[in-house]
């Protein structure tokens, strides 16, 4: 038995199966490896592009705060582009800024609606990017981001009607609010900028952006 084995450690055929064998569990455990390197490299790049997202409306959402003079009073309607030019001021949604001066079925208007669909999916895949408790208060504020856009968005889009309207076009200012419905209009813009600051108020209370930059590093 014993010069079996010798002979059988001595044959090379052996030695060559067990290089083989050691081999392919290297290349395997490699492989392995590499995957998870790439998997967390894609983590990575995903988390640090919603992060950029994020610090962008921030930036955006702090220079509307302490600039914007919009109130509910009669300028309103002469203030309001003032406050959809600061909040679109950033990479992200500068591309479509001007969808403000253009109709929903145009070019413009369409490319708008399209980003806005981004933007929630963005705030869906953020939730599975970031653990909830990091998560939970950044969707909140890219939710209620995208809805202050939209009611604004609609906002002009009835005043822009009275600009074209023959009839409406050669009435007075309040005359034309009141044929619009301007005062529903105006408060819907006016409740979502309050749960945008609501919804910023928490994000900083939980230092939001604090804890995804923690959560990005490798």
């Keep these: 038995m014993r010069e079996y084995l010798l002979n059988y450690i001595r044959d090379p055929d052996t030695w060559l199966s067990v290089i083989a064998i050691a081999v392919s569990v290297i290349a395997l455990w490699q492989t392995q490896n590499q995957i998870k390197v790439s998997n967390k490299q894609h983590l990575f790049d995903r988390r640090l592009s919603a992060y950029l997202t994020i610090k962008d409306l921030l930036g955006s959402y702090l220079t509307q705060k302490e600039n914007s003079t919009l109130l509910d ?62 998560s939970d208060p950044i969707t909140d504020f890219v939710s209620s981001y995208y809805h202050v856009v939209r009611s604004i968005y609609q906002y002009q889009l009835a005043w822009n009607y009275t600009d074209e309207d023959p009839v409406l076009k050669s009435m007075t200012i309040k005359e034309k609010a009141k044929q619009i419905g301007e005062t529903a209009y105006r408060r819907k813009v006016l409740d979502s900028l309050e749960e945008l600051d609501s919804s910023y108020q928490k994000l900083l209370n939980q230092d939001s952006e604090g804890q995804m930059k923690n959560c990005i590093r490798l």
């Excluded at 009073?73 to 969808?99: P, Q």
């Design 73 to 134: 009073n009669d300028d309103f309607v002469f203030n309001i582009k003032m406050t959809w030019y600061f909040l679109m001021g950033n990479l992200y949604l500068e591309s479509v800024s001007n969808a403000i001066e253009y109709p929903i079925g145009s070019p413009e208007g369409k490319e708008f609606s399209i980003k806005m669909v981004e933007l929630i999916k963005k705030a869906e895949e953020i939730k599975l990017l970031f653990p909830a408790k990091v």
